[in-house]
DNA sequence: TTGAAAGCGCTAACAG
DNA sequence: CTGTTAGCGCTTTCAA
């Protein structure tokens, strides 16, 4: 049986309306009587009972938060940073992973909702209006999601995007693939619109592939569409299918960096120590944790900071063994097989579509 | 201004504790006056509040987990366990990293006691008196930590040493090292039993390094010695180790599986994806979540099934390409510095101590 | 500066 | 089967 404001009173000769004072508006009550509330309190192990503070005060001191899908080491990251900023800032975290379902993740918000003071929500897929109505029943704040009068921490992938062309360009490659990533999320297209607009720039054609799962799986599969086509660097979604691609290019006998220039998207730990390591652009996940945690309580707090609602954290790439100066287009010793026709491949989850230097937009791919 | 149960009680034209029984233990209440509460609740869009309701009957519905590291990819296996069965009791959890910070972890479970009925602890470090203390706030249930009275979920670290001893002796290994993870961690002392026991039954000679940290780092430090010493195969305390040894091992410029073989233990996602795909144990990480949950809330709900308070799962070998006949003891082409001298090394933390098949213990490394 | 009293929203006796 | 009553442990008026 717990001790209460009451045993904590009794103990310190004083009424249990001083003890709660003593305990939050210390300034309410004089110092020698604080001392002997605090004294008792300590001695009993008092710890305030946050239903009932919560009943009264209408806060939990809780924020929760969703994230698609938990075998993801980047949503592991932002996870941590949510976590340790949450604690510094003394507020306890529920967790849940929607499992990549966007009505589980709604039903989840929804359920924790009542006993938390906001959400931050990594909801790549859940759609605008499912968003805004979950807005009304919380504080949200949303993770690389950008959507008006809703606070969202953004990493700034398009940044990331031009940094991968102008390096790869100044490697003297002209032709490169993306092999998207779910094309529903935000981040795919985020980064495919500024892999557009920076090799428009560049004067360097980008041929697309895909959607492809974005895990190790999908890399695979896609690195043999790829290599069909001729370009000299495949740019990957994310790291997990950049792994996939090297993976499969060591199989065929394509060499990386010579024959090929290979480049991810998130920085995981494995990035750094798989062979050869991956050149690849950080996000920062941690960070963009942190940030969405300080957004959600300086929404609650009140203490609004009067900047914007979107906060965009830089990204920056990281260049390692798996980039090097295009290959002359003759040397392909070890590739074999081909794709079998062009006109084929266009239809399908898996076609590809050749965004030129101008501008134009393919229809495979509508944005 | 959320909807109370007094709301929903006048629109349904009854009391507020018929609404309270028509949701809570419906049978109380006649078939046609639940309708209509469900039915008000529905269009007020009722939710209980949790605090209020947690205030009376003592129960919040909630329950926490304590991870030390959630960068270690074996634990957001255990975090995924234990919030998917939670969910299914109709639990949701609570969330915190200790950051391998005993006292943090402490403080944390302590925070959450409250507002729990119940946590899992996964604290290799914290000490046994910790743990009992802990106890005595809310219920316990631990991972892979072995303690009187208090439930566990245990994954058999045991058993998958002793699948790795015949499956290197079937190879032909005489002769292998054992890199240490943290002494302290109860998983390496479980895992450094169970190679003693059956290294001693195969009479295969062990070789002890470390303790190093368990990252990809120690693993690459760790390669060094082991290669000095001679021995045809390594295992490493745990995948991440074992993929620095593996990058080690190929910077050297040594083949494996050709020249030494190498066995990891967690079966990690990138166990299956690096190269060579590595050999290693798969703990069941996602199962050790839920039984534990399962553990705990049958205490919780008093459903306990009087089976002891601990749970051991199974763990196996999964075979890839990292393993193969041990090499004959003068083909090693590459490796060219050795370890300086054998008495030196018996002092500071890396020191081996040789374990012999008569089962004689080591003075070095005591238990 | 302190205490008494009144709830926060809900559930659990206890009557009817 | 249903309503009335009495709190759960805390904070917050309102008086003193």
Redesign the interface.
Known sequence: M?VTIHDVAQRAQVSASTVSRALSASHLVRGTTRERVLAAARELGY??????R??ITGR?G?IGIVVPD??N?FY??V??GV??RA?QGGY??????G?EDPVAEEA?V??????VDGVVVCAPFASDAQLRSLAGLTSLTLLNRRLRDIPAALMDSAGGMRQIVDHLAALGHRRCAYLNGPNNAWSNRERRRGLRAAASRARMAVVEFGPFEPK?EGGVQAADLALADGVTAIIAYNDLMA??VL?RL?DRGVAVPQEMSVVGFDNL??AA???PPLTTVAMPMEAGGRAAVDLLLSGIDGTGDGAGPHRELPTNLIVRATTAAARSRSARPHVDNRRPAAGHAASGPTAAAVHRPSGGRSAALPE
């Open positions: 717990p710890q305030p009972n946050p239903a009932a919560s009943l939990t809780n938990l075998n080491p592991t990251g996870l941590r976590q340790s604690r306890a975290v529920f967790f849940a992973d499992e989840l929804r359920a924790m909702s009542r006993q190790f792994l996939g993976s060591a730990l494995y120590v798989c062979a």
